[in-house]
């Protein structure tokens, strides 16, 4: 019997997952984050690049069962030592199998396989990594903010229709409905694998119909769960902190200073030409063409095909 037990709750737009141990007598919160950001978070993690540890530790599991030497075990402990700080999630995977080596140890066990059994370990990147695909083309077809001609229960019925393996296979799940925090009512999820906090992330996302959009600077989904007009997400982007948000609004402000000059340029030199047809020094006529011409040229200048300096040399002759 493990000797822990682990909670995941959403309450006021807040995700909580907490976890209990030596007979549930302390509480140790774990992750308290806006939701869903936990869930986005872990779509975009390089899980892959753990795939040559877990299967070293799977391996180590092997040399365990045939020598019963607990040093292949403590190499099994520092990859989960490692991997839970990549994820909250991955926290109670750390939690699990931290407990099983331990009950392994033990000098009476007498059927570690049963405990620590082969290849679940090596198996753990590949089930993360099929899972991110299959939550990114849910996002794609069913929560994608850019979707606003297909009503939403229809686009949750042509998501059913697809394969199989597109689609998250959603689980039971062992969830109670209690009081928390300051004595709130909620749903509250007891995971018995890590696999459970994502799918009850996930289908929370649907139940709420919480729309997802691209983030216009670094292409990652993020939630629109305050201003559903803005277009940028508040990830940290560069070396220096600054965030998509920060980012995008100095990319607008650059462009939005670049349009202003541009129209200054055009302005100018509109003005002068018009006065050129009181001086006699052009028709009505020629004045015009220019005109249209000159609307052809800022175009191109505004769609990037000609620079701003080739635009005002136009304009000079």
Known sequence: ???????????????????????????????????????????????????????????????FYQTRDTKYLKLVQKLLDDFKDEHPYFFYLWLDWSDRLKQAEAPDCKNPTRLL?????????????????????????????????????????????????????????KISFEFVGEKQLTEVLYPQSMYDLIDFS???????????RTCKNCGKYFALTVHGSTEYCSRVFDSRGRTCKEVGAMRQYLQSHAQDELLKIYRREYKRRFAWIRAGKISQDDFSTWSKEAQ???EKCESGKISQREFAQWLKQ
């Open 1 to 63: 019997m493990s000797d822990f037990q682990c909670k995941f709750y959403l309450l006021g737009g807040s995700e909580t997952l907490m976890y209990s141990d030596d007979n549930f007598r302390s509480s140790t919160k774990i992750a308290d984050r806006p939701f869903p950001d936990s869930l986005l978070s872990f779509v975009y993690c390089d899980v892959n690049q753990w795939e040559p540890r877990f299967h070293e530790a799977d391996r180590a599991l092997m040399e």
């Open 117 to 173: 059994p082969h290849k679940e370990l090596a198996h753990v990147p590949s089930n993360l990594a099929t899972m991110q695909q299959q939550i990114l083309r849910l996002f794609q077809t069913v929560l994608d903010a850019s979707i606003t001609e297909v009503d939403f229960s229809i686009r949750v019925q042509a998501y059913e229709q697809a394969p199989s393996l597109q689609k998250f296979d959603f689980q039971p799940m």
């Open 202 to 212: 996930l289908r929370k996302c649907v139940q709420e119909k919480i729309m997802m």
């Open 296 to 298: 052809k040229e800022k």
